[in-house]
């Protein structure tokens, strides 16, 4: 198990120096990493990085489409920059359910060697507090009836339950295949009081990986 824990700078920086593999240090067997971590707005040029290495090349459209809604000013779209990689995303969408005072937070995900390390739970309360900026008085986000797991995760991070959500979507592939897919979701909402605590604090607490601003 890991026991040496080196960081330079406030928030730990992932040069070389920040590797800790010598031997001897911990027996050569592993270290703990200290990564700088910056929650900001998506700019054009992490388009095609946002794609993972090819995880999600069939949805840049859908990704264009979010990165054109926050152009706008109609939506937002947040990134978790991990020492310059682009580990997890949010965003929000202000003009579907603007005529019920609700913005949408949709597309939350995290590269999958970053999970459970509260980068998700940040990325939330980050998008919260751009909704409590524009005065909206719910997020509203959906969840997969196939992705029950999740649900702890938002009920945590105060969201109750507000319904069910059926419909479909379309999309094109950079091949220009159309992609027709049915949502089944259900909705959980949160109200954005302002001044109002945006999320359970301490949810960080015990993670290895060093959040700049903490
Ligand atoms: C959901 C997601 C964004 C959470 O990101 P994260 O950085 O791991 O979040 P945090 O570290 O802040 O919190 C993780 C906690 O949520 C729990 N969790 C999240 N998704 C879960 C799931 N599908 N099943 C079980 N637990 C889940 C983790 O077990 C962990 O719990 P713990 O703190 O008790 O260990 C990430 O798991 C992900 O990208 N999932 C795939 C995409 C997805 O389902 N997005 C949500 C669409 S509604």
């Not at 890991?2 to 920086?13: C, K």
């Not at 509260?118 to 751009?130: F, N, S, T």
Request: aromatic share 8%.
């Amino acid at each position: 198990m890991a026991t040496a824990h080196r960081r330079t700078g406030p928030y730990g920086t992932a040069n070389n120096d920040s590797l800790g593999t010598e031997p001897g240090e911990n027996g050569g067997k592993g270290t703990i990493l200290a990564l700088p971590l910056t929650i900001r707005p998506a700019r054009q040029e992490d388009l095609p990085t946002l794609e993972w290495y090819g995880l999600h090349t069939p949805h840049r459209e859908i990704i264009a489409g979010a990165f054109r809604l926050q152009e706008r000013g109609d939506g937002s779209m947040l990134l978790a920059d991990v020492n310059g990689f682009p580990a997890g995303q949010i965003c929000i969408d202000f003009l579907r359910k603007r005529p019920s005072g609700r913005a949408t937070l949709w597309a939350l995900r995290v590269f999958q060697p970053f999970r459970g390390l509260g980068i998700g739970g940040r990325l939330v309360r980050e998008a919260e507090q751009v909704v409590i900026q524009r005065a909206v008085p719910y997020a509203e986000l959906g969840v997969d009836r196939d992705n029950a797991g999740v649900l702890p995760f938002y009920e945590r991070l105060g969201y109750e339950h507000c319904g069910r959500e059926r419909g479909q979507f379309l999309y094109h592939t950079p091949e220009g295949r159309l992609v027709r897919v049915a949502i089944d979701q259900w909705l959980l909402h949160k109200r954005m009081a302002e001044g109002a605590e945006p999320a359970t604090a301490g949810a960080d607490n015990g993670r290895c990986l060093r959040l700049a601003g903490d």
